[in-house]
């Protein structure tokens, strides 16, 4: 729903296996999903910079990413225009968001 509302259209998702669970009240939480969303006419990547859906990385601080996962994505879509909502650290060439950002 809020891709729709911010004008993406919904494509796929992968899951970031984080090797260790956390807390949670129903799960304990160990997955993390990265949604990806389009605007406008935007093809698939090319088959050579496709990945594994399943992205199996230890976490390390609250709400940090992977570095591969940055590096997945821009190897996806060099062209494109990237955005980390809950972002930690500001990112060459990315848009961040979050109210945390350094």
Same mark, same amino acid.
């Given at each position: ?10 494509r796929t ?30 093809? =698939? ?10 992205i ?9 990413k ?11 879509? =060099? ?19 979050g109210?945390?950002?350094?």
């Amino acid at each position: 729903a809020v891709m729709e509302a911010w004008g993406f259209v919904y494509r796929t998702n992968a899951v970031w296996d984080k090797l260790k669970f956390g807390p949670g009240f129903w799960f304990r939480g160990q997955l993390e999903l990265l949604l990806v969303g389009v605007k406008g006419e935007f093809s =698939p990547p090319v088959a050579e910079a496709r990945f594994s859906s399943v992205i199996r990385e230890a976490r390390t601080s609250h709400s940090k990413k992977p570095e591969c996962v940055y590096e997945m994505i821009e190897t996806m879509f =060099p062209t494109g225009k990237y955005l980390e909502l809950f972002a930690r650290n500001e990112r060459l060439n990315w848009q961040g968001w979050g109210n945390e950002l350094k």
